[in-house]
Structure formats: C-alpha cells, structure tokens
C-alpha cells in the first residue's frame, strides 16, 4: 500500500511464498524501497497514540470465541490518522475489538 503495490505483488514478488510476513521481513522490503523505520516493534499500550505512520501489528480474536487472542495476527497500515488494511478495499477509522486489537507498531517515515 505504501508503493501503490498490490498485497499479491509483495508476497508473489518480493516475499515468495504466502505463510506470512515478519518483522524482519518488513523492516529490510522497507529499508531497500527507501523507507526509514524502526528494527523492531514498539508495543502499544492503553493510551497511547499511533506515530504520524506505521505498520501495526493487529492481533486476532480466537475463533470460536473466548477470552484472549490465538497465535495470529494480521498487518495493517496506520496513515493519514486511518488504517488502511490490505485486505479491504477501503480504509477504516478503528477495528472493532471483535475483529481484533493492535498490539504493537512500525514507525515508518
């Protein structure tokens, strides 16, 4: 979404396979497309505000319901005081805590 690619572009292209991203994995595709951005994530805690731009890291409800999140996650782009998710079309103001909680971030600049 920061380059004008396409989610599919990035992982068919760049990543090679589709068993999901890590950080490191972001932070050196961003490093080499001209980004500048942290080596790691910065955890977010209640109260605290999202930089100007970030990847954030969306932790996933378990299925079936419960209490807590299962061991996935999902990567969404913080800019423009919006998130924009790769895979929806358009942008989204907040998540519902049903669909799941950002945990932690990128900055990128």
């Known amino acids: 979404m920061l380059l004008g690619k396409t989610?599919?572009?990035?992982?068919?292209?760049?990543?090679?396979?589709?068993?999901?991203?890590?950080?490191?994995?972001?932070?050196?595709?961003?490093?080499?497309?001209?980004?500048?951005?942290?080596?790691?994530?910065?955890?977010?805690?209640?109260?605290?505000?999202?930089?100007?731009?970030?990847?954030?890291?969306?932790?996933?409800?378990?299925?079936?319901?419960?209490p807590g999140f299962r061991d996935g996650w999902h990567w969404v782009l913080w800019a423009e005081r919006r998130f924009w998710d790769p895979s929806r079309p358009e942008y989204v103001e907040s998540f519902p805590p049903e669909y799941g909680v950002i945990t932690s971030y990128l900055k990128v600049s």
């Not at 050196?28 to 790691?40: E, P, Q, T, V």
């Open 7 to 66: 989610v599919e572009w990035v992982i068919n292209d760049m990543q090679g396979h589709r068993r999901g991203t890590t950080t490191e994995f972001l932070v050196h595709f961003l490093r080499k497309n001209g980004f500048s951005c942290g080596k790691r994530l910065v955890g977010l805690r209640l109260g605290d505000k999202l930089p100007e731009m970030a990847i954030c890291r969306l932790s996933l409800p378990r299925r079936g319901g419960g």
